[in-house]
């Protein structure tokens, strides 16, 4: 009997760890979301809606790594066991940041709210946010539903995401050297931009946990990039320009 309730209270204990994941998941698609919206729409109170969530993103992984260290504490876990606990500190971590970066975002939309509004490139941000929020919530439900493939499916997707920014980052280049009073606008949006792309590589960080969680073995091979952004040069009259490249 005794081991019944030992077994059922870990049961129980793991679950806990697994509801809060889905919690902080939640709360970092809403706040990736708004970030967006109010990049696009200059919406001050929305930004700071987002900011002020946050916070709650942070409590969250706190909560998630205290119960895991006295989980480990008390029950001393092994093999698949363990890897649960591990799991969920790793991918609390980074949902974590994912809230970062979409504050990050929403902060950008403060610092341009005075600025002229050219829609260059707008289009393309709210393409790769959308691509960045499927990745986030195909990465949360593999989790959810022990999915090693569909983990998979989303580590592979990242490189559309780097090819997206590099779209990005090479138009606002252009853009910039066209007017110069389309200077700050356009280095917001690259940083704006940068954000979302960090957020997919967090995703791809958790589809990693996923496989690893699942199969007990790391994934395998070369991670997918395709970021070109430190490599992209623009002409500048009939002398190429070397910016972005390292």
Known sequence: MTSEHTVSAFDHELNELAVRIAQMGG??????????????????DLAHAVIDGDVRIDELE???????????????????????????IRIAADLERIGDL?????KRSLAIHTEAWPHKGVPGLDHMAR???????DVLDAY???????AVDVWHRDTELDAIYTSIFRE?????MEDPR????????LFAA???????????????????????????????????????????????SNIGRD
């Not at 979409?102 to 929403?106: I, P, R, T």
């Not at 959810?144 to 569909?150: E, G, H, L, M, V």
């Not at 960080?205 to 699942?214: K, V």
């Open 131 to 137: 691509m960045a929020l499927e990745q986030l919530k």
């Open 62 to 88: 706190a909560e998630v790594e205290e119960q895991a260290v006295l989980l480990i504490a008390r029950r001393q876990p092994m093999a698949s066991d363990l890897r649960e606990v591990m799991a969920a």
């Open 182 to 189: 389309n200077i700050t606008f356009s280095t917001h949006l």
């Open 194 to 240: 940068k954000n979302i792309e960090r957020i997919g590589d967090h995703s791809t960080n958790i589809a990693e946990t996923i496989h690893y969680l699942i199969s007990g073995r790391p994934l395998r091979g070369p991670r997918p990039k395709s970021d070109q952004s430190s490599l992209t040069s623009v002409e500048l009259g009939d002398k190429p």
């Open 102 to 106: 979409a504050k990050n975002v929403a």
């Open 172 to 176: 606002m280049l252009t853009y910039m």
């Open 27 to 44: 709360l970092a698609e809403k706040i990736l979301t708004d970030a967006v919206h109010a990049f696009d729409r200059r919406d001050e």
């Open 144 to 150: 959810t539903r022990r999915d090693i493939d569909r």
